[in-house]
């Protein structure tokens, strides 16, 4: 009986003076090391610069598919990938201006 006492009182302290295990604080930064080098090629493919870059480009492939004359496979393609490039991030630009202000209650 004094052993069953004694063990439930040991047992009563370790419960009560072992500390509380808290989660972790997420910081500002972004709790991922890859999340600061993918934001910063997100704001560069937004800025002015890749808007003046991607309209040369699809001026550029397009000119180079209509008057380009016998090209091989592999050089149309790589011009048809730089055109999907240079329409994707005229897009984002294009869609960004559109559709900034959100929704209207």
Known sequence: MQRT???ACL???FALSAEPALAATTSTTGGLPWES???T???SLKGPVALAISLIGIVVTGAMLIFGG???EFARRV???VLVVALL???NNVLTTLFTTG???
């Open 89 to 91: 991030v005229q897009a």
């Open 41 to 43: 090629i997100r704001d």
């Open 5 to 7: 006492l004694a063990l």
């Open 103 to 105: 929704a209207v209650l």
């Open 70 to 72: 016998e090209i091989n």
């Open 37 to 39: 080098p993918l934001n």
């Open 11 to 13: 047992l009563a302290l």
């Open 79 to 81: 011009i048809m990938m």
